[in-house]
């Protein structure tokens, strides 16, 4: 039996920022993001588009009524809970009306988690080969106004379903994770911001890459002339590429290195207009490279390197399967594009508003543009949802 990935889709807000706009605004060369973190836009979600709207609008994009039949967990990958106690798996578990006897969760360990979800959703169709599990992987990564990480936020969720007989990749028996206890990048439940150490998070994300890599070659014998493309986190894209560089084998033919420096370009494509979002942001490079790239063909193996602060990180390997192409889109780059741009005011307005609860717990919201769900209201301390 073959477990994976049979379906992905992506959700990202109706607002952007552009880099060059920020740029301006901060004093910075516009190819200082555009170069040197390799990013064009940022995502940025109105008060009305939490991370509940986002992995609910991902889902019911891939979901059908026999999907919903089927699946009897639901696992919320996050690090932007909106509660510490009620899972935000139960919220979309509702707004999508799965069958009741599901199991529905959070888990949280910085961007690593969503790989954790898979794991644990692989484990659960060994024993119910009949079950689907639905994964999620849903942020908005904000570090404040002006500061180091700015230009580095971002926003969006990725939706998998997994499944035995999978119709997008197939997921082989190769995960190997390292945990290093460091304060790379961190967020207290009193602060809204994570604190960052940024030029040590990218030197321990670097290093663990390479470590867990090498004792992964070790253990898998695994070499990179087997691999077609090599999926990184993607925090922003210039880091996943020293990543690859890092790994890169001299020995690799020129045609094996063309190849995966190709496919690399094409997984950071959605990347570079959204920012990081944390948890689905090595998923999303998955979802750019299965839509952008022109050779790949069922049989490829590909690679994935999961990094979350903190730190946990886990390399593993799929096989794309046949006629994965046919659960694909082709529009997606388009819609990124008819994005409402926003100025650099309006974004630290949207972007930065708070909610304003009264005494009793309640609070409305101005209307703004979302995707198929929204926070309508709060009342009584409890968020309202409705399709729109
Ligand atoms: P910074 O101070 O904005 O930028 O910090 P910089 O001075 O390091 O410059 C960035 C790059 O732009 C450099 O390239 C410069 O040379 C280049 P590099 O030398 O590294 O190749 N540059 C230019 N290029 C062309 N023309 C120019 C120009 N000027 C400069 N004129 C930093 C960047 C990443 C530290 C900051 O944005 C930050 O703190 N971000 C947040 C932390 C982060 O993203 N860390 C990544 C690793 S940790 C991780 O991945 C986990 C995470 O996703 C969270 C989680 O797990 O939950 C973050």
Same mark, same amino acid.
């Given at each position: ?6 379906? !992905?889709? =992506? ?15 901060? +004093? ?7 170069? +040197?973190?390799? @990013? ?23 979901? #059908? ?17 909106? #509660? ?10 509702? /707004? @999508? ?5 599901a199991r529905s969760i959070e888990m ?17 169709? %060994?024993?119910?080969? %009949?079950?689907?599990? /639905? ?8 570090? &404040? ?8 936020? +971002? ?13 997008? @990749? ?10 290093? #206890?460091?304060? #790379? ?12 150490? +940024? ?9 663990? *890459? ?9 253990? =898998? ?12 986190? !993607? ?16 020995? /690799? ?5 063309? *190849? ?25 490079? =998955? ?9 790949l063909k069922s049989g490829d193996k ?15 390997? &799929? ?11 082709s529009s997606r780059l388009e819609q ?17 508003? %708070? ?5 009793? &717990?309640?609070?409305? =919201? ?11 209201? !709060? ?10």
């Amino acid at each position: 039996m073959t477990i994976g990935i049979d379906k !992905i889709s =992506f959700s990202t807000s109706h607002y952007v920022l552009k880099m060059s706009d920020l740029a301006q605004a901060r +004093g910075e060369d516009p190819k200082k993001f555009s170069q +040197g973190l390799m @990013l064009d836009a940022l995502s940025i979600t109105p008060i009305t588009e939490d991370i509940i709207t986002l992995a609910s609008s991902a889902a019911s994009e891939i979901l #059908d009524d026999l999907d919903k039949q089927a699946i009897d967990m639901v696992i919320f990958a996050t690090e932007s809970s909106l #509660d510490q106690s009620k899972a935000a798996a139960v919220y979309v578990h509702g /707004l @999508l009306g799965i069958q009741p006897f599901a199991r529905s969760i959070e888990m949280k360990e910085a961007c690593y988690s969503a790989t954790a979800a898979l794991n644990y959703a692989k484990l659960h169709i %060994e024993k119910h080969p %009949e079950s689907k599990v /639905l994964v999620l992987a849903s942020d908005i990564a904000k570090y &404040g106004i002006a500061s180091a990480g700015e230009s580095t936020q +971002g926003a969006g969720a990725i939706a998998m379903l997994v499944s035995q007989n999978p119709r997008i @990749l197939a997921l082989n028996d190769d995960n190997l994770a390292q945990t290093r #206890d460091i304060m #790379d990048f961190w967020r207290p439940n009193y602060s809204d911001t994570p604190y960052v150490n +940024g030029m040590y998070s990218t030197k321990q994300y670097l290093d663990c *890459l390479k470590t867990t890599w090498t004792e992964h070659q070790k253990r =898998f014998n695994s070499t990179l002339s087997d691999y077609a493309a090599f999926c990184f986190h !993607i925090p922003f894209p210039k880091l996943a590429q020293k990543g690859l560089q890092k790994i890169m084998d001299k020995q /690799l033919s020129e045609n094996r290195k063309t *190849l995966l420096i190709q496919n690399f370009q094409d997984s950071i494509a959605y990347s570079r207009q959204v920012g990081n979002i944390y948890t689905g942001s090595l998923y999303l490079g =998955f979802l750019s490279l299965l839509e952008n790239s022109q050779n790949l063909k069922s049989g490829d193996k590909i690679g994935f390197f999961s990094y979350g602060s903190g730190a946990v990180c886990e390399i593993f390997s &799929g096989q794309l399967v046949d006629g994965f192409q046919d659960q694909l889109k082709s529009s997606r780059l388009e819609q990124l594009s008819q994005r409402t741009p926003l100025s650099v005011k309006e974004y630290e307005e949207m972007f930065y508003e %708070e909610t304003q609860l009264d005494q009793d &717990g309640n609070a409305c =919201f101005r209307q703004y543009q979302t995707g198929p769900f929204a926070l309508t209201a !709060i009342t009584e301390h409890q968020r309202q949802y409705q399709k729109v």
